[in-house]
């Protein structure tokens, strides 16, 4: 069954603080990994793509890294901001279609 | 427009009344997709339009729900005879092309109640 898995389901950490997120997926076959944040009552927002020749990827402050032999993922957010409080989605897409498979997001709170 | 508007933005409507939820994507964009995001949970993708066609419509949970994209831009989501468990936020994205790495860019959403 195709499934896309994260933890923590929640996490408190204060201003200033680093965190990783974690990603598990059973997608096959395996197209691109997706780090989305979205901030409550909105859209979420893209932060990174990754393919499967692609390890990590930078977005200023959050970096995301790939295993695809292990098929896990992490988002590294550096020096946190309170604007960093929102959930966020780890998304991975088939080879064929336009399938994606969302999981069920981490959210994260940054207290000051 | 400057990014993907959905309307309106919330909608309550009575069991077994018909509901039509609209999305603009973005100006140029070709591909657009429908999601329905259950509270504390991701979203869940329903269809997805590569200019007016629906290029993957499995996400679809059953014959009540129906997306048209007449005109290759704007695009409405219908549900029928509306149940409680269709209450939701339902997503819209777009892409500009559909490619597997593009970016998607989503919509605020509109939040379904059923009543």
């Known amino acids: 069954k195709n499934q896309v898995e994260q933890s923590p389901q929640s996490l408190i950490i204060l201003e200033g603080k680093n965190c990783t997120l974690q990603?598990?997926?059973?997608?096959?076959?395996?197209?691109?990994l997706r780090w989305y944040k979205q901030d409550t009552g909105r859209g979420p927002v893209s932060l990174t793509i990754?393919?499967?020749?692609?390890n990590t990827k930078s977005n200023g402050r959050y970096t995301a890294t790939l295993d695809a032999d292990t098929k896990q993922s992490s988002l590294h957010i550096t020096a946190s901001q309170l604007s960093d409080s929102a959930s966020y989605i780890c998304v991975v897409s088939r080879t064929y279609g336009q399938n994606f498979v969302f999981g069920p997001g981490t959210r994260l709170s940054v207290l000051p | 427009g400057a990014g993907v508007s959905q309307t309106p933005s919330n909608k309550v409507t009575e069991k077994g009344k018909y509901v039509e939820l609209r999305c603009d994507p973005i100006?140029?964009?070709?591909?657009l997709y429908w999601y329905r995001q259950s509270l504390g949970q991701g979203p869940e993708f329903l269809i997805y339009f590569q200019g007016t066609g629906a290029a993957d419509d499995s996400g679809l949970p059953n014959d009540r729900f129906f997306a048209v994209r007449p005109e290759g831009s704007v695009s409405t989501l219908k549900i029928q005879r509306t149940e409680r468990g269709d209450s939701a936020v339902y997503l819209c994205?777009?892409?500009?092309?559909?490619?597997?790495?593009?970016?998607?860019?989503f919509g605020p959403g509109t939040r379904l109640t059923v009543l």
């Open positions: 100006s140029g964009h070709t591909a």
């Open positions: 994205a777009s892409s500009l092309a559909g490619l597997h790495t593009d970016t998607q860019y």
């Open positions: 990603c598990n997926y059973t997608v096959s076959p395996f197209s691109n």
């Open positions: 990754m393919t499967f020749s692609e």
